[in-house]
């Protein structure tokens, strides 16, 4: 649910690795479908690189899971390399700011849209834009409806606030859905409870 974690797990000593040692478990494989990405540690210089980039990444973005695995090995093992600030995630790029062709393509679609609505989810929640998102609805006058985890996003009394669309949502809210011209997706990914 785009939860920002950063689990810490355990493993066999790095030499049983990939030996079918006892209790060994292949916790990359596992956690890869369910995770932003994880890590094993191999060698005790890269935990502080690790960790910092795991926080950065659970954090930045759509805020997720990150799995570091530890050889049990390294937790008896000392180092005194320095944390640096710096991170270096190859493919790893989050561009938080649209660009102005864009906005000006959403301007111009909410003008010509008869019954434009907004679709606000947990995103919104999560970066603390609930008052941003309330003031443009408000301005705009535009119909709202949340997913079940971007309830809160606007005040429930808002008189644009439709309620929760999907299978336990509001009719009001359904039909909103169901007949709009324009649906603006604002922190949500369109699962199927929606």
């Known amino acids: 649910d785009s939860l920002p974690l950063v689990v810490f797990t355990g493993q066999v000593a790095t030499p049983g690795i990939g030996k079918d ?3 060994e478990a ?3 494989s596992m956690t890869t479908p369910i995770t932003k990405h994880n890590y ?7 935990i502080p690189r690790i960790v910092h980039e ?3 990444l659970a954090n930045t973005g759509r805020k997720g899971p990150v799995v570091i695995d530890f050889p049990k090995d390294m937790g008896v093992l000392k180092t005194d390399v320095e944390l640096t600030k710096d991170i270096n995630i ?3 790029e989050v561009n938080s700011n649209p660009n102005k ?3 000006n393509k959403l301007i111009y679609m909410i003008k010509e849209a008869k019954k434009p609505l907004i679709l606000a989810g947990a995103g919104i929640n999560h970066s603390k834009s609930n008052h941003l998102l309330t003031e443009f609805v408000t301005r705009h006058q535009i119909p709202t409806v949340t997913t079940l985890l971007g309830l809160g996003a606007v005040p429930y009394h808002h008189p644009l606030f439709l309620g ?3 299978m336990h949502g509001s009719y009001a809210s359904n039909m909103a859905l169901t007949n709009c011209d324009l649906l603006i997706n604002l922190g949500s990914r369109f699962d199927d409870r929606l």
């Open 40 to 46: 094993q540690v191999k060698k005790i210089e890269d």
């Open 101 to 103: 062709e864009d906005i």
């Open 164 to 166: 929760m669309g999907g």
């Open 21 to 23: 040692a006892f209790q």
């Open 54 to 56: 795991a926080f950065h």
């Open 90 to 92: 190859p493919g790893y």
């Open 26 to 28: 292949d916790l990359l």
